[in-house]
């Protein structure tokens, strides 16, 4: 039995697509069941596609999230170098054998030429495909060419054949080699095309398995095929569904969070987010919704992934990170809290805050929203108050500053004693004060909230109400 071994194959494009991390988790799970390794490999041949940082982005999300790596550009391994750019050597190599093998050939064809040729076959309603003029050229003269000329080595695909790909989650699917192009694997400056690379880096790296998303489908039978003219065996390709909006549209910047680091940075856990992403195209055995990495290594196969484009429904990853936040004890929460607490806040005001909030935020970054009125006086907004605004809260002003010891019990039995008193209505009067106070109608419990202000901060929010 040979070691499993997985791939996460990011291109360096600025940034970590959700779909991008989902695929490494079902790498770096199905590696850790079987007690293989997982591997981090950097597709950056596209030098048009290049960002500065790139790489560290993934990296850094890749940590945060808690996928650990065994072979990387950074960490490195047996089968370096892991970034493609560094490898151009080798593919050049492997494209230079596949033309003697007779799997490939050498393409003169200069760029006018061939948008000539795609735009006459689109004209006359065929796809866009290459003419096969040079795949014809005799192979003495193709060589002698190739010392001199500026050259790209292209795929011979086969005529008249039916290409079967094997895919482990959607059984064999069938292509009709006619409809396959004569892909370039070695473009003019060196570089490999992705079709190239990933063949011969998925062999060389010794890949059993490796999850990429399904927009690779239509290309796997072009990587069957150099599997086949190599006389290498292909390791399994599962092709991961693309996620999708609640509407079936696919998850774009537009609609959802593509970037990973959004999620870091609007406060979602990465045991939330791990845990969301698990259950996407899977569902556990016993059909817990709440789990661990650990225990998803532990039920998970890639054999049980789904075919059919998972939803992205960020309700429940909101749910699912409440339930995560609550687990934290108070002291553990404080510590996450401070990062998204707004600017200059005390920190003596965030710790008693916290418990106050606890239930009440899915994310970190919804305590500025629930818990901002504690560090900055309100907006007054006229609109939000009920009837008798006025009236009530200077009445409450006089109880309030008879007040010896601050505390709720105080707070609340001088309220309510008012309100009695003068036969207002409860609902009416403590919406007034919590608007005067938080500028909010919807807020944690006034009372707790006014004990934690503190009585001169309280008064004085009343007194900015009732004179302007
Ligand atoms: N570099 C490719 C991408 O970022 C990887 C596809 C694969 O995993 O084979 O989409």
């Known amino acids: 039995m040979r070691e499993v071994r997985t791939r996460f194959a990011p291109s360096p494009t600025g940034f970590l697509h959700v779909g991008g991390a989902y695929s490494a988790l079902l790498d770096f799970a199905f590696a850790r069941k079987n007690k293989g390794k997982f591997i981090v490999r950097i597709e950056d041949t596209d030098a048009k596609r290049y960002v500065e940082g790139a790489e560290e982005v993934i990296f850094e ?14 960490i490195g391994g047996p089968f370096g170098p892991y970034r493609q750019s560094e490898r151009c050597e080798i593919y050049q190599k492997y494209a230079r054998e596949l033309v003697k093998r007779g799997g490939a050939y050498y393409c003169f064809c200069s760029e006018e030429k061939l948008e000539k040729v795609r735009m006459e076959k689109v004209k006359i309603g065929l796809p866009p495909m290459y003419d096969k003029k040079c795949r014809f050229l005799p192979k003495e003269e193709a060589e002698k060419r190739a010392k001199k000329e500026k050259f790209v080595i292209r795929l011979k695909v086969p005529e008249n054949e039916k290409i079967v790909v094997p895919e482990p989650i959607r059984g064999d699917i069938v292509f009709d080699s006619n409809t396959i192009d004569d892909q370039v694997l070695l473009k003019s400056d060196g570089f490999p095309t992705y079709h190239l690379a990933v063949v011969v880096d998925d062999h060389l790296m010794e890949i059993t398995h490796a999850v990429r998303g399904e927009e690779w489908l239509p290309s796997a039978p072009k990587h069957f095929l150099l599997y086949r003219y190599f006389g290498w065996e292909p390791p399994l390709y599962f092709h991961a569904p693309t996620i999708r909006n ?152 006089e109880v309030l500053e008879k007040i010896e010891d601050w505390n709720k019990e105080n707070i609340e039995k001088s309220l309510q004693g008012l309100t009695k008193e003068r036969g207002w209505q409860n609902g009416e ?25 503190g009585k001169e901060k309280t008064l004085k929010r009343l007194h900015n109400f009732l004179e302007p």
Not at 61 to 70: A, F, P, R, T, V
Not at 430 to 453: K, Q
Request: glycine letters at 6%.
């Open 61 to 74: 999300g890749l940590e945060w999230l808690g996928i650990k790596i065994d072979e990387s550009p950074k």
């Open 246 to 397: 609640p509407d079936r549209t696919k998850l774009s910047k537009r609609k959802g969070h593509t970037a990973l680091s959004w999620y870091r940075q609007q406060g979602y856990l990465p045991e939330a987010l791990i845990n969301f992403l698990c259950l996407l195209g899977w569902s556990h055995p016993e059909g817990k919704e709440v789990f661990d990495l650990e225990e998803f290594i532990r039920f998970f196969d890639l054999k049980d992934l789904s075919p059919i484009g998972p939803i992205f429904d960020i309700r429940k990853l909101d749910w699912l990170n409440g339930v995560y936040l609550r687990k934290k004890t108070d002291d553990e929460l404080l510590q996450l809290i401070k990062e998204f607490a707004p600017e200059n806040a005390e920190s003596t005001l965030i710790n008693k805050t916290t418990p106050l909030i606890k239930e009440r935020i899915a994310k970190l970054s919804d305590y500025p929203v629930i818990a901002g009125f504690f560090f900055r006086e309100p907006e007054i907004r006229k609109e939000l108050f009920e009837k008798n605004a006025k009236e009530e809260l200077s009445a409450a002003v």
């Open 429 to 453: 009067f403590f919406m007034n004060f919590r608007v005067a106070i938080t500028g909010s109608r919807v807020t944690p419990p006034i009372t707790d909230s006014v004990e934690i202000l």
